[in-house]
């Protein structure tokens, strides 16, 4: 009965569906999915991953698209005979898979209808269904059992926020989770929440974050100048990043990039907002507050460095984790609104210092790992953003005492990709590939 009301739901809602996404394609620019959303793909898609078994892995966005990338690494170690998909939700998503170049085939994730998800397995052959996160999508789930293909929720957790919503609809998600054949869940909390949701105790197993599994890159001056010299930063700078921003949160950092000036006219900011197609907005802004800048999408092959005082406006997608190993300090967004804040590990694996806000609940764990070891600074609000920033722009060692501390957490921390590798592997009956 659940089963029929949900795709009941779903049919009632296709007339909207269908509008709603075209609409969001050419609102921003983008090509629409839609085929791929309804499990058409193409033959040259196919033939990208033809003649051998596969193992599909599902990141809805660019968080988990990046949390998936040691996992991808590991899988391919692992299972050298075996082709690997990504599917993406979001347009930012896909870049990150696409540009990683970690998949044989990226696509776009099918709407979950029967049909839909039922062509989708049919033509990729999957011998693994992987999930990060906490995706639970119904038929594509049910599909993948029926077709006798194991499903792995890798990364899991279930946040503050998400817990209450999930244990009122229990009835709901119970039968769903019960079909996982395991859930690698990030810690015990979390692995004691999904038990509660409905999944079977037997299949929750502890594995770790895989988020800790990105490798530690200390660059050298060459490199560093090199990388400064690709995106016409000035080579001496103090370099200041303020990452996946949200709206809302451009206008503090400028002030507080303002002041910084006024006290290190030799500073420079990389200014990244987490979704690219709000570049236009923010590029207004830039303007208005008449701060000089160019954006990433519009830089030639060879540019002249910018003056100090300018800012790089970073409007493309899979650039912002290379662009940390040429930072001094980088702030984290998302943190200054209440939208749960953004993974600080990525600026640490480049031993870089972190500043970020007080709203960090989507990465509560990984937020209280960096003040309990002076990898990072929390701010109390908008307001204390540059009270920190002229701290940590004069302090040198400081900054490179905290970027060591950080980048110790990843390394301290490693592991969780060989605990989801051994899962995995015998979900598919213990075969290497």
Same mark, same amino acid.
């Given at each position: 009965?659940?089963?029929?009301?949900?795709?009941?739901?779903?049919?009632?809602?296709?007339?909207?569906?269908?509008?709603?996404?075209?609409?969001?394609?050419?609102?921003?620019?983008?090509?629409?999915?839609?085929?791929?959303?309804?499990?058409?793909?193409?033959?040259?898609?196919?033939?990208?991953?033809?003649?051998?078994? $596969?193992?599909?892995?599902? =990141?809805?966005?660019?968080?988990?698209?990046?949390?998936?990338?040691?996992?991808?690494?590991?899988?391919?170690?692992?299972?050298?005979?075996?082709?690997?998909?990504?599917?993406? *939700? $979001?347009?930012?998503?896909?870049?990150?898979?696409?540009?990683?170049?970690?998949?044989?085939?990226?696509?776009?994730?099918?709407?979950?209808?029967?049909?839909?998800?039922?062509? &989708?397995?049919?033509?990729?052959?999957?011998?693994?269904?992987?999930?990060?996160?906490?995706?639970?999508?119904?038929?594509?789930?049910?599909?993948?059992?029926? +077709? @006798?293909?194991?499903? &792995?929720?890798?990364?899991?957790?279930?946040?503050?926020?998400?817990?209450?919503?999930?244990?009122?609809?229990?009835?709901?998600?119970?039968?769903?989770?019960?079909?996982?054949?395991?859930?690698?869940?990030?810690?015990?909390?979390?692995?004691?929440?999904?038990?509660?949701?409905? #999944?079977?105790?037997?299949?929750?197993?502890?594995?770790?974050?895989?988020?800790?599994?990105?490798? *530690? $890159?200390?660059?050298?001056?060459?490199?560093?100048?090199?990388?400064?010299?690709?995106?016409?930063?000035?080579?001496?700078?103090? &370099?200041?990043?303020? #990452?996946?921003?949200?709206?809302?949160?451009?206008?503090?950092?400028?002030? =507080?990039?303002?002041?910084?000036?006024?006290?290190?006219?030799?500073?420079?900011?990389?200014?990244?907002?987490?979704?690219?197609?709000?570049?236009?907005?923010? #590029?207004?802004?830039?303007?208005?507050?008449?701060?000089?800048?160019?954006?990433?999408?519009?830089?030639?092959?060879?540019?002249?460095?910018?003056?100090?005082?300018?800012?790089?406006? +970073?409007?493309?997608?899979?650039? +912002?984790?290379?662009?940390?190993?040429?930072?001094? +300090? &980088?702030?984290? !967004?998302?943190?200054?609104?209440?939208?749960?804040?953004?993974?600080?590990?990525?600026?640490?694996?480049?031993?870089?210092?972190?500043?970020?806000?007080?709203?960090?609940?989507?990465?509560?764990?990984?937020? #209280?790992?960096?003040?309990?070891?002076?990898?990072?600074?929390?701010?109390? @609000?908008?307001?204390?953003?540059?009270?920190?920033?002229?701290?940590?722009?004069?302090? =040198?060692?400081?900054?490179?005492?905290?970027?060591?501390?950080?980048? !110790?957490?990843?390394?301290?921390?490693?592991?969780?990709?060989?605990?989801?590798?051994?899962?995995? =592997?015998?979900?598919?009956?213990?075969?290497?590939?």
């Amino acid at each position: 009965m659940i089963d029929f009301i949900y795709n009941l739901l779903l049919w009632l809602l296709l007339p909207l569906l269908v509008p709603y996404h075209l609409y969001r394609s050419l609102s921003r620019g983008r090509r629409s999915a839609l085929l791929e959303r309804f499990g058409i793909l193409s033959q040259a898609e196919l033939e990208q991953i033809s003649g051998a078994g $596969t193992i599909f892995i599902h =990141a809805v966005s660019v968080g988990e698209t990046m949390a998936a990338l040691p996992l991808l690494k590991g899988l391919r170690s692992r299972f050298p005979d075996k082709r690997l998909v990504v599917s993406n *939700v $979001t347009e930012t998503g896909r870049g990150v898979a696409l540009n990683s170049k970690a998949a044989d085939l990226c696509i776009y994730f099918p709407f979950d209808y029967p049909f839909a998800v039922r062509s &989708v397995l049919k033509k990729t052959r999957p011998d693994l269904v992987v999930i990060m996160e906490t995706e639970i999508w119904p038929n594509f789930i049910g599909e993948a059992r029926a +077709l @006798g293909i194991p499903v &792995v929720l890798a990364n899991g957790r279930i946040s503050d926020r998400s817990l209450g919503r999930y244990l009122h609809f229990s009835w709901f998600f119970r039968p769903v989770l019960r079909k996982l054949s395991a859930l690698c869940m990030q810690t015990q909390e979390d692995a004691q929440r999904i038990k509660a949701i409905g #999944a079977r105790p037997e299949t929750v197993h502890v594995a770790g974050n895989l988020k800790y599994d990105i490798p *530690v $890159t200390r660059r050298s001056p060459q490199e560093v100048a090199q990388l400064k010299a690709k995106y016409a930063i000035p080579a001496q700078p103090f &370099v200041f990043t303020a #990452a996946s921003t949200h709206d809302g949160e451009e206008a503090h950092v400028l002030e =507080a990039y303002r002041a910084l000036l006024q006290a290190r006219p030799d500073s420079f900011l990389i200014l990244a907002p987490r979704h690219p197609e709000r570049a236009t907005s923010v #590029a207004e802004l830039l303007t208005r507050e008449g701060f000089p800048f160019l954006r990433r999408s519009q830089l030639p092959a060879e540019p002249a460095p910018q003056d100090a005082g300018g800012v790089l406006l +970073l409007d493309t997608v899979g650039e +912002l984790a290379g662009l940390y190993g040429a930072s001094d +300090l &980088v702030f984290v !967004g998302g943190s200054l609104v209440a939208t749960g804040g953004h993974n600080p590990l990525e600026p640490a694996a480049c031993a870089v210092p972190v500043l970020f806000g007080p709203h960090m609940e989507n990465f509560r764990e990984i937020a #209280a790992l960096f003040l309990s070891h002076g990898g990072g600074l929390q701010l109390t @609000g908008a307001a204390d953003l540059g009270e920190k920033l002229l701290l940590m722009a004069g302090d =040198a060692a400081t900054r490179a005492e905290m970027g060591r501390r950080g980048a !110790g957490i990843l390394e301290g921390s490693a592991g969780a990709t060989n605990r989801h590798l051994e899962i995995m =592997a015998a979900c598919m009956g213990g075969s290497r590939g």
